[in-house]
T-cell receptor
Framework: DSGVTQTPKHLITATGQRVTLRCSPRSGDLSVYWYQQSLDQGLQFLIQ???????AKGNILERFSAQQFPDLHSELNLSSLELGDSALYFCASSSGTGAVTDTQYFGPGTRLTVL | AQKVTQAQTEISVVEKEDVTLDCVYE???????LFWYKQPPSGELVFLIR??????QNEISGRYSWNFQKSTSSFNFTITASQVVDSAVYFC?????????????FGQGTTLQVKP
């Protein structure tokens, strides 16, 4: 158990809908990262936050948004869902400043299925 | 651009065999970090090791060992005397870049099946 929690574990929804994925980092970690794992794209970095501020952005779609709250938990919002958004979404956290030196510890993931 | 290549898509071995998972990376950065993660059938990603670009010493942890060779841009992972519990997908990853963020670039993963 990495100490990173993600809810829900599974999510099934329909095209066009909006969902929110939640992540609580390890105790004391200020940096949070979101990744998407799909069969065709593999593991892709989406976005990174450090202490509430966006630190880096990857190939995140405009339909997706995220934020990190003052209590350090983070939410990833996915809207106007398409079939291709079906994937495993991971949250990770690290104890550093979110720099290249950090080791990221991953949560169990949220499996999103869009029907 | 940064890139990680794990050329072996799937490897199947019999228990107690040694197995090496290959990882080749591309980067123009002088400071970078390399990682290995394990994804067992349950789906979570488990951190195994981190290596920085200035430390080419090989590392051993129990049955696991890692060989980092900057000259060939490789960071290979060997499991000695494999066990059924080692069956998983293994990912090599790279962080680095002038932006100094923690963004990880993952390889496509190698699925290891260890048969009893």
């Amino acid at each position: 158990d990495s100490g990173v929690t993600q809810t829900p574990k599974h999510l099934i929804t329909a095209t066009g809908q909006r969902v929110t994925l939640r992540c609580s980092p390890r105790s004391g970690d200020l940096s949070v990262y979101w990744y998407q794992q799909s069969l065709d794209q593999g593991l892709q970095f989406l976005i990174q936050y450090y202490n509430g501020e966006e630190r880096a952005k990857g190939n995140i779609l405009e339909r997706f948004s995220a934020q990190q709250f003052p209590d350090l938990h983070s939410e990833l919002n996915l809207s106007s869902l398409e079939l291709g958004d079906s994937a495993l979404y991971f949250c990770a956290s690290s104890s550093g400043t979110g720099a290249v030196t950090d080791t990221q510890y991953f949560g169990p993931g949220t499996r999103l299925t869009v029907l | 651009a940064q890139k990680v290549t794990q050329a072996q898509t799937e490897i199947s071995v019999v228990e107690k065999e040694d197995v090496t998972l290959d990882c080749v990376y591309e980067t123009r950065d002088t400071t970078y970090y390399l990682f290995w993660y394990k994804q067992p059938p349950s789906g979570e990603l488990v951190f195994l090791i981190r290596r920085n670009s200035f430390d080419e010493q090989n590392e051993i942890s129990g049955r696991y060992s890692w060989n980092f060779q900057k000259s060939t841009s490789s960071f290979n992972f060997t499991i000695t005397a494999s066990q059924v519990v080692d069956s998983a997908v293994y990912f090599c990853a790279l962080s680095g870049g002038s932006s100094n963020t923690g963004k990880l670039i993952f390889g496509q993963g190698t699925t290891l099946q260890v048969k009893p």
